[in-house]
């Protein structure tokens, strides 16, 4: 189970274009989705004449679901320079991937609950960490795709692009390296990340 916070109205702004495509999932809504926060960052956004479209849908983290919802707002993100997500980490890491020469930025935090949680066949993972670092990360989750779940860069084993502690995949840092080149968002390994706190990772 989960729940999904809006993060801070200046850290979203800040990681925006000047177009953006903005996506609310309420796949899991029953389980928590910050819907009134979400619909005022919305219009606030409209309002300043920033938004080319957007959709209200459910289980983006599927992507076969996500390309069938999209199909038909082709035109309003091919405008867009920015896609915001409100979803869950995985929902994200979806549409990132779906997306890859776009900026894909993530609206909300996600928290983990225990007990059930409506899922789709993932190819994406998230930890439900509680302070998502994806729109530092070019929409690649630091905490799953590297074997060491670090958040401020890569650690000094990878071998041609291959991990150290598991050679047969490849390198998270790499990979985020890459996504954040493909986007023109490499200055974000720049700013490195705070100290994590892991006091909102529950799974620790
Ligand atoms: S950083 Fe990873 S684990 Fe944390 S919320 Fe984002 S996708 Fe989930
Ligand atoms: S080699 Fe890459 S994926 Fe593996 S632990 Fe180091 S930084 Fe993480």
Known sequence: MLITELKAKETILAGLGEKVFVIFCHG???IRFPEKEADALLAELEAAGKVTGSI??????EPANLKLRLERHAAAIDAADTILVASCGVGVQTVASAFENKRVVAACDTYAL??????TPLEH???QCGECYLNLTGGICPLTACSKGLVNGQCGGCKDGKCEVDPGMEC???????RLAQ???LDAL???IQIRNYATDVNI
Do not use: A, L, M, N
Not at 56 to 61: A, G, L, S
Not at 114 to 119: D, T
Not at 172 to 178: M, S, Y
């Open 172 to 178: 998270g840092w790499e990979r985020i390296q890459k």
């Open 125 to 127: 993972d998230c930890r």
């Open 183 to 185: 986007i023109g968002r």
């Open 190 to 192: 720049k700013s490195p």
């Open 56 to 61: 209200v849908t459910d289980y983006i983290c």
């Open 114 to 119: 225990p007990g059930f949680q409506g899922v």
């Open 28 to 30: 899991c809504k029953e």
